[in-house]
């Protein structure tokens, strides 16, 4: 599975992004999807993930009530709607494929994409 990020940038603090994360296979829709962070000096952590279905979702707490993962199976596509953004969401952004695994540990997950920049400006 190849999964191509897009939608980051430069967003003032209290901003909005959407993420969007697209896939090549049709076997995207049995895959849970989950999305990834990585700050400068830190661990790759997670963010939000989506069962297969889109009917479950599971979050990190820092993320709660601004994020929201959703996804898209008729366009291969799984996205993250990220409001009131904050300088500590600044980081480059990844999605994963996780079978039909949705929760945080970043090893369950089997497929990877580049990535996307998101920077927040205070």
């Known amino acids: 599975v190849q999964l191509v990020e897009s939608g980051g940038g430069l967003v003032q603090a209290g901003g909005s992004l959407r993420l969007s994360c697209a896939a090549s296979?049709?076997?995207?829709?049995?895959?849970?999807m989950g999305w990834f962070r990585q700050a400068p000096g830190k661990e790759r952590e997670f963010v939000a993930a989506?069962?297969?279905?889109?009917?479950?979702?599971n979050y990190a707490d820092s993320v709660k009530g601004r994020f929201t993962i959703s996804r898209d199976n008729a366009k291969n596509t799984v996205y993250l709607q990220m409001n009131s953004l904050k300088p500590e969401d600044a980081a480059v952004y990844y999605c994963?494929?996780?079978?039909?695994?949705?929760?945080?540990?970043?090893?369950?997950?089997?497929?990877w994409g580049q990535g996307t920049q998101v920077t927040v400006s205070s």
């Open positions: 994963a494929a996780g079978g039909g695994y949705y929760g945080t540990d970043k090893t369950k997950y089997d497929y």
């Open positions: 296979e049709r076997t995207f829709s049995t895959y849970a």
């Open positions: 989506i069962s297969w279905s889109g009917r479950l979702t």
